[in-house]
């Protein structure tokens, strides 16, 4: 009998273990990236607005139900150190916007630049950065969020986008 009382112990112990580790398993985890190469479109004579893409991906087993997105960009000598405070910045998104397992949910952003502004991002003084907060819900109802920063940069003579080294950067 003792026996058996430390088997159904043991057996117990690793039951509950299991059903606190399969939530995490089993959730959604959206992570943020922008295309690397931006396209840029003259609309005047010194006007260029580079048009960049946002892909929010979903790299869990379950879908991810969106509640709030931000996003942003700005033309700036150094990255931006905290989200810019607007009225409709926490606004939520209407319901039933599902970013699948396995699949992402594209944002368009466009920044215009004047010609030199486009020659100051060719540089290294000069970025344009893209910033922003996406707040989710998984399907087992855990609220989580990501924050992302990610900065222009000229190589070869031509644009491309890297993730920045940023406290607004993380997975929660």
């Known amino acids: 009998a003792a026996v058996t009382g430390i088997f159904t112990y043991q057996s117990?112990?690793?039951?509950?273990?299991?059903?606190?580790?399969?939530?995490?398993?089993?959730?959604?985890?959206?992570?943020?990236?922008?295309?690397?190469?931006?396209?840029f479109v003259q609309e005047a004579p010194n006007i260029h607005d580079m048009?960049?893409?946002?892909?929010?991906?979903?790299?869990?087993?379950?879908?991810?139900?969106?509640?709030?997105?931000?996003?942003?960009?700005?033309?700036?000598?150094?990255?931006?150190?905290?989200?810019?405070?607007?009225?409709?910045?926490?606004?939520?998104?209407?319901?039933?916007?599902?970013?699948?397992?396995?699949?992402?949910?594209?944002?368009?952003?466009?920044?215009?630049?004047?010609?030199?502004?486009r020659e100051g991002i060719r540089g290294v003084e000069f970025a344009v950065y893209i910033v922003g907060l996406m707040k989710y819900e998984d399907v087992m109802g855990g609220q989580h969020e990501v924050g992302f920063c990610w900065k222009s940069l000229s190589r070869n003579n031509h644009v491309e986008m890297t993730i920045y080294p940023s406290p607004l950067n993380y997975l929660d």
């Open 51 to 117: 048009h960049m893409t946002i892909r929010f991906y979903n790299h869990g087993k379950t879908p991810a139900i969106l509640k709030s997105l931000r996003h942003y960009s700005v033309y700036a000598n150094h990255p931006p150190e905290e989200l810019l405070k607007t009225p409709k910045g926490d606004r939520e998104l209407p319901s039933g916007l599902v970013v699948g397992s396995d699949k992402d949910f594209p944002r368009a952003e466009t920044y215009r630049l004047v010609d030199e502004q």
């Open 12 to 39: 117990t112990k690793i039951a509950r273990g299991g059903a606190e580790v399969l939530p995490k398993l089993e959730r959604a985890y959206l992570f943020v990236t922008v295309d690397q190469t931006p396209s």
